[in-house]
């Protein structure tokens, strides 16, 4: 499987974005997608992600201003992400389990003050 994300870029706090990943391959395979982010000097954490039956899960840190979506004819998961913080900036990554874990090249996220 494989993943590409885009959609990143600079934006002002408060300010929003729309992160897209495109899986293409064995995406049959798929069995689990997220969203993670790794902050500068820092470890990658997880962002959101599908459940095994299908709810969305988030960090505390973004509940209530990201959400997760997917459209399964378009084999794309999204990432709204609203009212923006410097916190956000990241590096975010989409993820897929099919069964292996695979990750997308990671999209830039730069949130200024």
């Known amino acids: 499987v494989q993943l590409v994300e885009t959609g990143g870029g600079l934006v002002q706090a408060g300010g929003s974005l729309r992160l897209s990943c495109v899986a293409s391959?064995?995406?049959?395979?798929?069995?689990?997608m997220g969203w993670y982010r790794q902050p500068p000097g820092k470890q990658r954490e997880s962002v959101a992600a599908?459940?095994?039956?299908?709810?969305?899960n988030y960090a505390d840190s973004v509940k209530g201003r990201f959400t997760i979506s997917r459209d399964n004819a378009k084999n794309t998961m999204y990432l709204q992400m609203n009212n923006l913080k410097p916190e956000d900036t990241a590096v975010y990554y989409c993820a897929a389990s099919a069964p292996l874990w695979n990750w997308g090249q990671g999209t830039q996220v730069t949130v200024s003050s």
């Open positions: 599908f459940g095994s039956d299908g709810s969305a």
């Open positions: 391959g064995r995406v049959f395979r798929i069995n689990f």
